[in-house]
């Protein structure tokens, strides 16, 4: 499948993206997670992240095309990919149409992940991830804890708080998203690939998008 997920942040685009991976074989792409892993690295790109990242800003559009015209052409991708973050601004949003028509490559849709703000701010201050940043399994203390504290299931790392967590940085990335990534909605359903899902149960959520597809 080709999709993206749109959605705010802790609307569980990671989760879904996650499950959805195991349904088909399709390889989540997140933005988020390829900007982490860099900052941990310490690259050029990382270093240039990491201050907007801490303050819940986005990273500049020029930035993140140079890294998804990259990725979005690697072989793993003609079997199917889950954009999980990526648009989140209409120059993005037009510059992938660009470059997908450019290479032949036909979205399935865009799905948009909707969770009531209560909800959401509860999730982004209970979440925990995996600091390995090969690895960055997502979890939360209340609805799906790690088996044992603080250690990652999948390979034993350490699990932490991200550092976007804090409740300023909470706060100036759902402001972000409302002025610069909602209008992707609108985009999306002018293109005519817009779905739209309540995600309270992400399992839901998968089969929906699994029946809608045909898989
Ligand atoms: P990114 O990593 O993309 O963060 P985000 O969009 O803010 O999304 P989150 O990862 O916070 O949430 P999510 O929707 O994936 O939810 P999750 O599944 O974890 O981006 C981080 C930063 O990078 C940005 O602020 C920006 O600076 C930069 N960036 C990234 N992409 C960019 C781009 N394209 N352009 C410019 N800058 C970019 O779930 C949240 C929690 O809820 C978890 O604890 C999970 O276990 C729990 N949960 C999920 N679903 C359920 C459920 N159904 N029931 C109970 N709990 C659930």
Redesign the pocket.
């Known amino acids: 499948m080709k999709l993206i ?1 749109l ?12 499950l959805l991976t195991e349904v088909d074989g399709s390889v989540q792409i ?7 892993g860099a900052v941990q690295a310490g690259t050029e790109l990382g270093k240039q ?1 990491d201050a ?10 020029d ?2 095309m140079g890294i ?1 015209e990259a990725r979005l052409q690697e072989p793993d991708c003609e079997n199917g990919f889950l954009l ?6 209409i120059p ?1 949003a037009e510059a992938l149409k660009g470059l997908l028509d450019k290479i032949g490559v036909k979205l399935d849709m865009a799905v948009n ?1 909707d ?1 009531p703000r209560d ?2 701010l ?3 201050t ?4 995996c600091s390995n940043s090969d690895c960055q399994a ?7 804890p790690p088996k044992q504290e603080g250690i990652c299931d999948k390979c034993g790392s350490p699990v932490i708080q ?1 550092d ?2 804090t409740e300023e ?1 909470i706060s ?2 759902l402001e ?2 409302n002025e610069k ?1 909602a209008p992707l909605v609108s985009f999306y359903e002018k293109e005519g690939l817009l779905t739209k899902v309540n ?7 998968v089969k929906s998008i699994s029946e809608k597809i045909g898989i």
């Open positions: 997920l959605g705010a942040p802790g609307a569980g685009k990671g989760t879904v993206a996650k997140s933005t988020g997670d390829i900007l982490r992240a907007f990242m801490k303050a819940g800003d986005l990273v500049p559009d930035l993140i998804m999980d973050g990526f648009p989140r601004t993005q992940l969770v909800v959401i509860d999730r982004l209970t979440r925990r991830t997502i979890y939360n203390v209340k609805s799906n991200r976007d967590e940085a100036k990335r972000t998203y990534t995600a309270t149960s992400s399992d839901v959520v």
